[in-house]
């Protein structure tokens, strides 16, 4: 009984760490994925032996119940700031609504704030990033909104996750 409670207290600890913030207890060869500020890590928890490993693009633990692994994506970029602040979004043929780019948060998302959208879908966006020719929306829970690419200087186009037609400008 008392290793089970140091086993339950250490991977406690090690999903902390990176960031889970839940776990299937009593499930075998369960996969996650958990983004944490510019980290990306897969967590597989698989009925196993004990281990722990670190390495350099990666961290694993396992004690008895679970082995548990966490690997590091690629860093986020840092968006140009000529991308911060307030521009228009609609989806093709559809009044507009005002969203916000901002800057990083706590966690390390870049957040957006939408206002007035009269579509439940752009209503929802809460996140942001970008590469150097575009800009990608997302959810609050990270799941991928719009994907849009820079037609000219103040005018992004792209689509829906469901593939209808969206532009960002200024």
């Keep these: 009984m008392?290793?089970?409670?140091?086993?339950?207290?250490?991977?406690?600890?090690?999903?902390?760490l990176a960031g889970c913030q839940s776990i299937g207890w009593g499930r075998s060869d369960t996969t996650g994925t958990v983004i944490a500020g510019q980290t990306?890590?897969?967590?597989?928890?698989?009925?196993?032996?004990?281990?722990?490993?670190?390495?350099?693009?990666?961290?694993?633990?396992?004690?008895?119940?679970a082995t548990l692994s966490a690997s590091q994506a690629p860093i986020a970029l840092e968006p140009p700031p000529s991308l911060l602040g307030s521009w228009r979004l609609a989806r093709t043929g559809e009044r507009s609504c005002?969203?916000?780019?901002?800057?990083?948060?706590?966690?390390?998302?870049?957040?957006a704030r939408t206002r007035?959208?009269?579509?439940?879908?752009?209503a929802g966006i809460g996140l942001w990033s970008a590469t150097p020719d575009e800009i990608?929306?997302?959810?609050?829970?990270?799941?991928?909104?719009a994907r849009l690419r820079q037609e000219s200087?103040?005018?992004?186009?792209?689509?829906l996750a469901d593939g209808r037609p969206v532009t960002v400008w200024r």
């Design 40 to 65: 990306q890590a897969e967590i597989s928890a698989t009925a196993a032996g004990g281990s722990i490993g670190v390495g350099p693009a990666s961290a694993g633990v396992g004690i008895g119940v």
């Design 98 to 111: 005002a969203i916000e780019l901002g800057r990083r948060n706590p966690v390390g998302d870049f957040n």
């Design 116 to 122: 007035d959208c009269p579509d439940r879908t752009l």
């Design 153 to 159: 200087p103040g005018l992004y186009q792209g689509t």
């Design 136 to 145: 990608a929306l997302y959810d609050f829970q990270r799941n991928p909104v």
């Design 2 to 16: 008392r290793d089970r409670a140091k086993a339950a207290g250490a991977i406690t600890a090690v999903l902390l």
